[in-house]
C-alpha cells in the first residue's frame, strides 16, 4: 500500500471555520440545552467547531503485515454438512488500542494478533448490526465474529500529520488487515461513538478537523458507525429526560455529520442498562425521534445465537476482550466447534445442527 501523493494536498483550502455549522449546533443542540435539557446535562457554551470536507477517500500508512507462513488459507466447511445457526456468536469489546497492554487498552500487536488468529479459524467479521439482522450476508462454512470499539478515542481512528491512517490505530490494523486477505476478510467493525462533537476534549476519535471525514470514510468502506451516547452517561442511574436526551440528540448529531446514513445500534455506556429497555428500542427528546434496532451490553460472554429465543437484541453480550479473554474462547470453540455458530451461506434458511431441533432448545 503506498502512500498517496495526492493526500498531501488533502483540501484544507475546504477548511471552514464554520461559523453557520456553529450557529445550526446552537439551532438543534445549544437551544435545547439552554432552555429545555435536564439541569445534569453539560452546558456547551464553549463550543468550537471546525471541520473539513471529506476527501472520497483517505490513504493509509504502511504499517505491518503478515507473512504467509503464519496465514494459511482457512478452510470452509460443507455447505450445510457443519452449519450451526444456533451456535454462539463473539462480540468482542475493545476500547483504546494503544500501548501497554492494560484494561480498556489493547495494544495494536495484539489486535492484529487477534485478527490473526480469527481469520486461521475461519472467523468473518460482520457489523453488530448484522447480528441483530440474522446474519445474512456470512459465507457457508464462515463463523461471525464483531469487533466492536467503544468511546470514540483517537487510538481507533488516528490521522498522522503527513494525512494518512495511523496504521497503528484500530482502523489502520482493519484496513491493512483487509488489504492482505481481500473478500476473506472484509472490512467491518462498529465503531460505538460519543455523539458529541462540539466539545473539543471529547470530540469524536480526538481529531476535530478529521471529525466528518473518518466517520464518512468508515460508512464508505462497509463498517458501523453506532451511539455510545452524548456524554458517557451511565442511564441506569439517568432520569427519563436524560436518558432520551442523551439516545436522541446522540444519534442526530452522528447522522448530520455522516449525511444520508441512519445510525441503528448503540452501546450503553458502563452497560448500564435504563430501568426499562423501551428507552432503548425509541423515543423522542425535544422534537426529535430515535430508534435503535439493538444494544450492546459491556459483558456476559458470547452471545447466543441471534435465531436463539434467548436472544435479546437490547442486551446482546460482549467479550471484554484481553489476552486471557481471548486464548480462553478460542481455545474453548476450537475444541467444542458444535458450539458455534457455523453459516449455511444461506440468508433465508436457518439451520440447525442435526442433533438439535429449535422445539428442544
Ligand atoms: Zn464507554
Request: proline share 7%; charged share 20%; glycine share 6%.
Amino acid at each position: 500500500m503506498k502512500i498517496n501523493s495526492e493526500a498531501q494536498t488533502f483540501s484544507f483550502n475546504h477548511i471552514i471555520l464554520l461559523t453557520l455549522v456553529l450557529t445550526s449546533s446552537l439551532f438543534f443542540i445549544g437551544c435545547g440545552v439552554v432552555d429545555v435539557v435536564p439541569a445534569d446535562t453539560p452546558a456547551k457554551s464553549n463550543i468550537v467547531f471546525v471541520t473539513v470536507t471529506p476527501e472520497p477517500s483517505l490513504t493509509l500508512s504502511e504499517g505491518k503485515r503478515f507473512t504467509e507462513e503464519v496465514a494459511p488459507e482457512p478452510t470452509a466447511g460443507p455447505y450445510f454438512a457443519d452449519a450451526n445457526e444456533l451456535g454462539k456468536v463473539m462480540v468482542l469489546e475493545y476500547h483504546r488500542i494503544a500501548y501497554p497492554e492494560e484494561r480498556y487498552q489493547r495494544t495494536p500487536d495484539n489486535l492484529r494478533y487477534d485478527l490473526q488468529r480469527l481469520y486461521e479459524r475461519g472467523y468473518y467479521p460482520v457489523n453488530f448490526i448484522d447480528v441483530v439482522n440474522g446474519l445474512t450476508s456470512v459465507p457457508p462454512g464462515k463463523k461471525p465474529v464483531v469487533l466492536t470499539f467503544d468511546d470514540s478515542d483517537i487510538s481507533q481512528f488516528r490521522m498522522l500529520p503527513d494525512n494518512t491512517i495511523d496504521a497503528d490505530s484500530a482502523v489502520g490494523i482493519i484496513m491493512n488487515f483487509h488489504y492482505q486477505y481481500g473478500d476473506e476478510w472484509p472490512p467491518r467493525a462498529t465503531f460505538f461513538v460519543l455523539g458529541n462533537d462540539v466539545q473539543d476534549h471529547i470530540a469524536i476519535f480526538g481529531q476535530p478537523e478529521w471529525t466528518k471525514a473518518k466517520l464518512q470514510f468508515l460508512v464508505d468502506v462497509g463498517m458501523e458507525v453506532g451511539s455510545h451516547t452524548v456524554n458517557h452517561t451511565d442511564l441506569s442511574v439517568a432520569t427519563a429526560e436524560r436518558i432520551e436526551w442523551e439516545l436522541a440528540v446522540s444519534k442526530h448529531v452522528i447522522e448530520q455529520l455522516i449525511p444520508g446514513y441512519t445510525v441503528q445500534s448503540l452501546s450503553v455506556p458502563y452497560g448500564g442498562f435504563p430501568y426499562t429497555h423501551d428507552f432503548l428500542k425509541a423515543g423522542n427528546w425535544g422534537g426529535y425521534d430515535y430508534h435503535y434496532a439493538g444494544n450492546v451490553a459491556a459483558w456476559g460472554g458470547p452471545s447466543v445465537s441471534p435465531f436463539d429465543p434467548a436472544f435479546e437484541r437490547y442486551k446482546v453480550s460482549r467479550l471484554e476482550i484481553n489476552t486471557t479473554w481471548m486464548d480462553h474462547w478460542l481455545t474453548y470453540f476450537d475444541q467444542n466447534p458444535d458450539k458455534y455458530y457455523i453459516s449455511d451461506g444461506d440468508p433465508n434458511r436457518m439451520t440447525a445442527p442435526q442433533q438439535q431441533t429449535v422445539a428442544e432448545n
